[in-house]
């Protein structure tokens, strides 16, 4: 029964002074709703003198494949790897999240925007302000695919224009890398097969000087021993007749078949016609110079949606600071209320 009683009073006594704790409070009402006053008064005025900060958003995806066909042209019939829409894009997103491109784009752009008096502080903190409002993000697992650009600016227009700006020298940037890529591939195939040709008309020159010289020395043989015409080798066809007098034997041809064949060769002006490989490999030195891709016809990315111009700020939520200004003045005129009770109250037992 003590204990029953003694819990009883406990509670009692927390009743009181919870009881006590309220009316003390109540009493310091009109400091309490000061406080909040004047904290909801300074939120305010943050949210409504603050400059706005406005927000441009622009998403791409992959290029259709319409879009990269005047990559592929003669590509195929040449034996070339084509270029795919994820390739493409590829290089584009990896241009758009570089830091050499971002980096460019803060030297060239974001700092001639800023006054001089800006432009003087750190650079390290200058380029993190503008990280902080300049950021490419890739979106969920459902749409890997999706990248967007996210511009913030106290000037929507501003915003919108810097977006522009940054996706078309990109988009530039990773256009001119493919192109060069292609052009190169091509230019490597190119200097090949040319080196080919060029490697068929010394061996053919080196052959026909060869030749001469043969001709040269079984001319000085039937000359020597009056060989002038070849002779008469009866009951033999003429495929094995030339087999007779090829080699050591072609003296057996006679002077004057030899001398009209020399004639031939000494004054032959090229050796194009008597090189079975050589025109294939010129049509096909042909084909593969001749592929140019219009740069004009070439998208690496597609844009989806436009960008246009904010009309509603990101920043700041005035709505929220408001209501967060009103709760943090409360629990603060609250807090103050309850140190000023307790003061009163060690005042009083002193």
């Not at 570089?98 to 750190?122: C, H, T, W």
């Not at 010394?202 to 001469?212: H, L, P």
């Not at 007749?241 to 090229?270: D, H, N, Q, V």
Request: aromatic share 8%; charged share 30%; glycine share 6%.
């Amino acid at each position: 029964m003590t204990d029953n009683s003694y819990l009883r009073g406990a509670h009692r006594n927390d009743e009181i002074d919870l009881v006590e704790l309220l009316h003390g409070l109540w009493g310091q009402r009109w400091l309490i709703a000061l406080v909040t006053i004047l904290v909801t008064t300074c939120a305010a005025g943050y949210a409504f003198l603050s400059k706005p900060v406005y927000e441009s958003r622009t998403y791409f995806l992959q290029p259709s494949l319409s879009s990269i066909a005047g990559l592929n042209l003669g590509r195929r019939e040449s034996g070339l790897e084509l270029f795919t829409e994820h390739g493409v894009y590829a290089v584009f997103t990896r241009n758009l999240q570089a830091e050499e491109s971002i980096r460019r784009f803060f030297k060239m752009v974001y700092l001639p925007s800023l006054n001089e008096e800006d432009r003087q502080g750190s650079q390290d903190r200058l380029y993190e302000r503008f990280r902080k409002a300049f950021s490419i993000r890739a979106q969920d697992k459902v749409q890997p695919d999706r990248y967007s650009l996210v511009v913030e600016s106290h000037d929507p227009a501003l915003a919108v224009e810097w977006a522009r700006r940054y996706i078309d020298e990109v988009s530039k940037q990773s256009r001119d890398e493919v192109l060069g890529n292609a052009r190169r591939e091509i230019e490597v195939i190119g200097s090949g097969l040319q080196q080919q040709i060029k490697s068929l008309r010394i061996a053919a020159k080196t052959r026909r000087e060869d030749r001469i010289t043969q001709l040269k020395e079984a001319l000085k043989v039937a000359e020597a021993i009056g060989l002038e015409n070849p002779p008469v080798i009866s009951g033999q066809d003429a495929e094995q007749i030339s087999a007779f007098m090829a080699g050591g034997l072609t003296y057996m041809r006679g002077a004057k078949a030899l001398r009209a064949e020399l004639k031939g060769l000494e004054g032959r002006t090229s050796d194009d016609p008597f090189i079975p490989e050589l025109r294939n490999l010129e049509e096909a030195y042909d084909r593969f110079t001749s592929m140019q891709a219009d740069p004009a016809k070439v998208t690496v990315f597609r844009q989806d949606g436009e960008i246009e111009i904010p009309d509603d700020p990101i920043k700041p939520k005035r709505a929220l600071i408001l209501v967060l200004g009103a709760v943090l003045g409360g629990m603060i005129g609250i807090f103050i209320a309850l140190i000023r009770l307790m003061l009163k109250k060690r005042s009083v037992a002193v």
